[in-house]
């Protein structure tokens, strides 16, 4: 499954965000800083973390906007195995990308 594939499945698969889960959410902000909203589709990928240890790079479960592919977050082909079955994209943040703070 490429990485195209499995956004594109969680587009069609992930159900909207509505006023009732919206309103429970806890976190109420994708890892990014950008806010949830109603009506949007909700992605999840697995984050690589730069670390200094080159030993050691965890990987972080995040929540994502469409509109932030391409301008936050790619495709991480480090990581990458086209055969997997799963559909959480393996992406990383693009350097110097317009992160919210």
Known sequence: MTFK??????IRDNKTLSFE???QLKDKNYFSGRNKQVGDTVLFGMLREEMDDKDDMPIK???FHED???ELYEE????YNRNKT???PSIKRILNGNQED
């Open 5 to 10: 594939e499995e956004i594109e499945l969680q």
């Open 21 to 23: 889960f919206f309103s």
């Open 86 to 88: 799963n559909k959480l």
């Open 76 to 79: 991480d082909t480090m990581f």
């Open 68 to 70: 932030e592919i391409g």
């Open 61 to 63: 479960l995040i929540t």
